[in-house]
């Protein structure tokens, strides 16, 4: 059950069993955050201006506010497009030699951290809140026999439960050196 998914530092031989990424809630967000706190305001800000300021009368005014709003607009999709990517850059893979963690720390700077599937003790998936138990998806946290330096973390995805039973699966098919399916 191998993915075709390649990554930079694939070793030779391995297969990627999955690739874990964030459930498509996080992105609804942020595109209704765009809506609520961009466009919302920008809507009735305009409305209420040429109410009071017709631009058949004032159209040097017009302009103006028309570049404003244009600029307003850029800086809300340029947030909006660097958290969708800080969220969209955060994955777990999971090959059938170790669990890969990419997490994106912010615009420009990313964290790539890895474990052999052996060392993976304990896993974790938490649903917590009632959006998140009527739609599945939680936190998911990977133990490893280094103890508490070396857990690994991602939030907010599809399954958490379901992920976490099929890590701990593929970690005791990997220490009792079966092939994993």
């Known amino acids: 059950m191998s993915i075709a998914f ?3 530092g694939k070793r030779e031989g391995e297969e990627v069993l999955a690739v874990i990424q964030k459930h498509s809630i996080v992105f609804a967000k942020i595109f209704l955050a765009f809506l609520l706190i961009v466009v919302l305001p920008l809507a ?22 028309g ?10 999709l340029l947030f909006s497009c660097i ?11 999971i ?3 170790r669990l890969i963690d990419v997490t994106q720390i912010s615009f ?38 280094a103890g508490d330096a070396s857990d690994f973390f991602i939030d907010r995805i599809p399954d958490p439960e379901g992920v976490s039973r099929k890590i701990l699966d593929w970690a005791h098919q990997r220490r009792e050196k079966k092939r994993i399916a």
């Open 6 to 8: 390649d990554f930079p």
């Open 44 to 65: 009735l800000f305009l409305l209420f201006w040429f109410n009071i300021y017709p631009l058949s009368n004032y159209y040097n005014r017009g302009v103006v506010i």
């Open 67 to 76: 570049i404003f709003s244009c600029v307003f607009i850029l800086y809300g």
């Open 83 to 93: 958290r969708w990517l800080d969220e969209e850059f955060d994955i777990f893979i």
């Open 95 to 97: 090959t059938t030699d």
């Open 108 to 145: 420009l700077k990313r964290s790539v951290t890895s474990t052999p599937l052996e060392q993976i003790q304990d896993t974790m998936g938490t649903i917590s809140g009632f959006i998140p138990t009527i739609l599945k998806y939680g936190d998911l946290t990977v133990q490893t026999a």
